[in-house]
């Protein structure tokens, strides 16, 4: 049972075991707050209270004060940067699927010159990231063996390598990670959050690539069989600190680290549409937040089942939702259409009435 009353008073004297977790309002503007309190036992809190009050309760709760002053300096962070990784927000990252099973492209790049096309004209559309993939994730999709999936990105990547563009390769496994580091990869994008392969925290620390953690509930191949969660929104943010937890332990600094709520990875309708109603929670984490949501089943679900690429509506429509919600990295099909979208609402953003 979750109080949604604005005006609820602070908690006091919680406990080790109850967490709290902060979110902006609005967008960058952390003047106030949604503090969402878990009790141990399961029962919530949320309520609305201002920056100031929070900070002030955080010295108040000294079993959860080092927790909550974290939170609150990572916001402060959010707030005032414009740029990730050297590059002015928002990123879109084009999705480069060099496989015959993707949910919605596959078999259309299938082969390196036809990738390689794909990815120019993506990058010309105005992608930042192009993100190179040889094995589907999605739903009820097989394993792929380590040297088809070097055979099916690596020539891509080396092809791209002196583009100007960060290119990222979709994989979980470890000795695909090493050898698209050294093909000229920038980020690894794992939707594992590299805890499929227990090498891949090594290989991953031992470059400068940057990571993309992202939560995923099982295998593929099982991940949409009857998933469960006590609170979607909380149980992924909990695995995504964890994950962090892990990366900085292993050497690789949070500054190279974004989360990715993996929206469609073992989730149902529900659990996705919680994820994207509390997007802003994961800013306290401190790292940049990656969006996927490009063409998405949940689209189809809420409107008209139909081929992939009839999803574009929804996707943009999605995308926007996490926009205002401050998300920094778009990973899309339709990079012109993203570009479009993300330049109109921005425009309309930062015009005032006076303007006109």
């Not at 949604?4 to 979110?23: C, E, F, N, Q």
């Not at 949910?103 to 010309?124: C, N, P, W």
């Not at 509390?278 to 990656?290: D, E, K, N, T, V």
């Not at 259409?337 to 309309?348: C, D, F, G, S, Y």
Request: include cysteine; aromatic fraction near 6%; proline fraction near 3%.
């Amino acid at each position: 049972m979750v109080d949604t009353k604005k005006g609820s008073a602070l908690p006091r004297g919680l406990s080790s075991s109850d967490k709290v977790y902060l979110a902006p309002i609005v967008g960058k503007d952390i003047s106030a707050l949604k503090v969402a309190v878990r009790f141990e036992g399961g029962r919530f809190v949320l309520s609305n209270h201002a920056l100031a009050e929070v900070e002030d309760w955080a010295v108040q709760e000294n079993l959860i004060q080092n927790r909550l002053m974290q939170q609150i300096s990572h916001l402060k962070d959010y707030a005032a940067k414009t740029t990730v990784w050297g590059h002015d927000e928002p990123l879109i990252m084009g999705i480069v699927n060099v496989t015959p099973d993707s949910f919605s492209d596959g078999g259309r790049f299938l082969h390196s010159d036809e990738a390689e096309q794909q990815a120019i004209k993506l990058l010309e559309d105005g992608a930042t990231i192009l993100d190179i993939g040889g094995e589907s994730t999605r739903p009820g999709a097989d394993l792929v063996g380590l040297d088809e999936e070097k055979a099916r990105v690596l020539p891509v990547i080396k092809a791209l390598r002196e583009k100007d563009v960060l290119l990222s390769v979709d994989t979980r496994k470890a000795s695909i990670m090493a050898a698209a580091i050294e093909a000229g990869a920038d980020i690894i994008n794992d939707v594992t959050a590299l805890d499929y392969d227990r090498e891949s925290l090594s290989v991953t620390a031992k470059s400068s690539a940057k990571v993309c953690l992202m939560h995923s509930a099982a295998d593929p191949k099982v991940m949409q069989d009857n998933p469960v969660y006590d609170h979607v929104l909380f149980d992924v943010y909990d695995y995504l600190e964890g994950r962090i937890g892990a990366c900085i332990q292993a050497d690789i600094p949070r500054e190279r680290l974004s989360i990715d709520p993996g929206i469609g990875f073992g989730k149902t309708l529900g659990h996705n549409l919680s994820l994207l109603k509390g997007l802003g929670f994961f800013h306290s984490l401190g790292c940049p937040l990656l969006l996927g949501v490009s063409r998405k089943s949940f689209i189809g679900r809420l409107d008209r089942t139909g081929e992939a690429d009839q999803r574009i509506g929804g996707s943009l429509s999605a995308l926007l939702y996490g926009y205002a919600a401050g998300v920094q990295i778009f990973r899309v099909h339709d990079v012109a259409e993203t570009r479009q979208a993300l330049t109109v609402w921005e425009h309309i953003e930062k015009t005032g009435l006076k303007d006109g």
